[in-house]
């Protein structure tokens, strides 16, 4: 008898488990609706390969002209394609091996109707190839340029439709080549000597281009002056880690601007690549007093937004782009508060992994006047928020900083860099920023508004990543009018998106 009862109450305990369980299913479910009131847009089933199914990265590749996209997902061993319609019908996929091991960053792409050419550089960008997925006919092509850097420093890559451009500067000279890459044709070589505005360091002397992208006008007294350049997508928030880069570039239809930012003033250089034309503008910067000035911009439209500060004070200035135009600006002295914030001094990042937050304004101006210092301008509506600090690059023995990109080359297709998605890289880095840094919000004719800075969409996607266990290979990208925030779910073994 009292085994009877033994069963029945175990039994009984089941039945309850088992009832318990699907009612937490049912609430995780609900639960799960709560946190996604976006749109989820895709699922792509990880069943091309066999065995271990963990996916270390990802990215896409959006067809402007036909509005087909192509998912791709990388593992340790292979790259998957996956290309998509409009209508979310699947045109075919299929994997690639990949280059060899010294390929580790991919700069760029070209497509060709169902052709999508994936472009490769070494770690130390001296050599270069490309991956052909063929989505027409399921098969790839791997391909190792012929020629090698030796005396011209990588700059970007850039893509135009149909073609990519592979831009390179000759050590020590005002000369920019362009290798440009046409599918089904021999890629071209062509040279574009900048003449005409000459070049100045911080003390007015006359100094080359590769000076100043690799000094940003300080004498440094250098032999060589290697420099980085941050791609910039205006349209989507951005952090001071990317826009306090004195080399950024602006890509655009059919062309893009590249900016160089020295102590008085920005050097704007903007590129047509319809016929390989180019012309050069400076834009001044306000004079600000105190011996060490620090200073950048960042052009959104046709207005560009530049910050100098010393420990003295600090000015922010709005011009118009075409003519230097000063449409407004703010000077805050050190004893001063700053009375066009929104937020207080945020100080983030660091040994501390955290923030805390400046009481002076003499603290920020500091750090300004010490560090690499930014300024990055959103839209919000007919507002805008404006972002102004400084990061400081802090060396440890911890993980590696994040690079353009928002990956790390490690050597092999299976662990590389992304950096052509200017978007994927400003979400990277707005989510982990590490700047001292104040936000400030303005209407459309620049007058300062009170009140808690609007959420944008990069805020949303995070929220909306913290509230799950773990999102592995995060990608972001635009899509039409719409961002796409892609994860890999290791439990279901799919790679979701959604559309925000």
Known sequence: MKRVCSMVKAFHNLTVLKTMKKIFQILLAIFSLSIFSQEKYLEIENDLKIGGKNVKSAFSVVDENTGNFAIFLDDDNALYGYLYSPGLDLVRRFASEGLPKQFSQIIGYSIQGKKIRLFLKDSKSKIFGSVLFDFEIGSTEETVYDFKLKHELYVEGYTDESKFYLITLLKGTNELNFYVFDEGKPFQKESINIKGTPFFNNLGAIINLNELMGTGGKDLNRSSYGFNVDKIDSESPNSIETTSSIVKMYPGKSGFKLTVDAQRRTYILDFSTSNLSYTVSTIDKPTTSGTEINSNSFILDDKIYIISASTEEMIFSIKKLASG?????????KNEEIPFKNTPIIQEGGKLKNYRILDKTSQFLRRMSNEDIG???????????????????????GAPMMMPGFGIPVGSIGSFAVTFNPTFFAYGNYTSTKATRIESW????????????????????????????STDAETVFKLGNSYIWGFYDQKLEKYILYRF
């Open 325 to 333: 135009e000063e449409l407004k600006n703010f000077r805050v002295t």
């Open 375 to 397: 300024v990055a301008t959103t839209k919000s509506n007919n507002n805008f928020v404006v972002t102004l600090g400084s990061k400081k690059e802090i060396s440890s023995g």
């Open 442 to 469: 303005f209407d459309e004719d620049f007058n300062h508004l009170k009140g808690e800075i609007p959420e944008n969409v990069f805020d949303k996607i995070s929220e909306a990543g913290l509230k799950l266990p």
